[in-house]
């Protein structure tokens, strides 16, 4: 069989459009084993480097985390306490709310999710070079108004921690988070 050469390959010349639903869940096939192997080589779940990712730019309550990794409270509990427990995430009374938990990351924690997340990145920046940098920015674009249109649905302002200068340390404004 013959070696593939190296670099990305050109798309074919002409080739039938995907509908935005199967192309997208081809997509997220892709992007979610990507981001598995890259989890694993961190030994964490998929879950886990989302959960480390969530916290990266925020220090949710518990509660936002929660509708942040679409989970039930429970679930979340679970999480955060192994995460705890292996020295990634810390827990902390809000000062805004008595009955509320803050989560944020710890040195080590925000240590092993820039290196998840870097690696991840040039995973992704290898994917796109199939693309013309304008198509890029177009996707990101697209990719990024979709999920700000989405997470406004559902009551989270995916650009708050983004706005500010300091990692947000509390339940999101009415809507979002």
């Given at each position: 069989?013959?070696a593939?050469?190296?670099g990305?390959?050109?798309?074919?010349?002409a080739?039938?459009?995907?509908?935005?639903?199967?192309?997208?869940?081809?997509?997220?096939?892709?992007?979610?084993?990507?981001l598995?192997?890259?989890?694993?080589?961190?030994?964490?779940?998929?879950?886990?480097?989302?959960?480390?990712?969530?916290?990266?730019?925020?220090?949710?309550?518990?509660?936002?985390?929660?509708?942040?990794?679409?989970?039930?409270?429970?679930?979340?509990?679970?999480?955060?306490?192994?995460?705890?427990?292996r020295?990634?995430?810390?827990?902390?009374?809000?000062?805004?709310?008595?009955?509320a938990?803050?989560?944020?990351?710890?040195?080590?924690g925000?240590?092993?999710?820039?290196?998840?997340?870097?690696?991840?990145?040039?995973?992704?920046?290898?994917?796109?070079?199939h693309?013309?940098?304008?198509?890029?920015?177009?996707?990101?674009?697209?990719?990024?108004?979709?999920?700000?249109?989405?997470a406004?649905?559902?009551?989270?302002?995916?650009?708050?921690?983004?706005k500010?200068?300091?990692?947000?340390?509390?339940s999101p404004?009415?809507?979002?988070?």
């Amino acid at each position: 069989m013959a070696a593939r050469p190296a670099g990305p390959s050109a798309p074919p010349a002409a080739h039938p459009d995907l509908s935005p639903a199967d192309g997208l869940a081809q997509l997220s096939f892709l992007i979610q084993g990507i981001l598995e192997r890259r989890a694993r080589e961190h030994d964490l779940s998929v879950i886990q480097i989302r959960l480390l990712g969530v916290l990266r730019d925020r220090k949710p309550t518990m509660n936002v985390l929660a509708r942040l990794l679409s989970l039930d409270k429970s679930s979340v509990t679970g999480l955060v306490d192994r995460a705890e427990r292996r020295g990634l995430v810390a827990r902390a009374a809000s000062t805004a709310d008595r009955r509320a938990v803050l989560v944020s990351l710890t040195d080590q924690g925000r240590s092993l999710a820039s290196a998840a997340a870097a690696s991840f990145e040039a995973d992704i920046s290898l994917l796109l070079e199939h693309l013309p940098p304008s198509d890029r920015g177009v996707l990101s674009r697209l990719i990024s108004r979709l999920l700000v249109a989405h997470a406004a649905d559902q009551g989270i302002d995916l650009l708050a921690a983004i706005k500010t200068e300091h990692p947000r340390d509390d339940s999101p404004p009415s809507r979002h988070s």
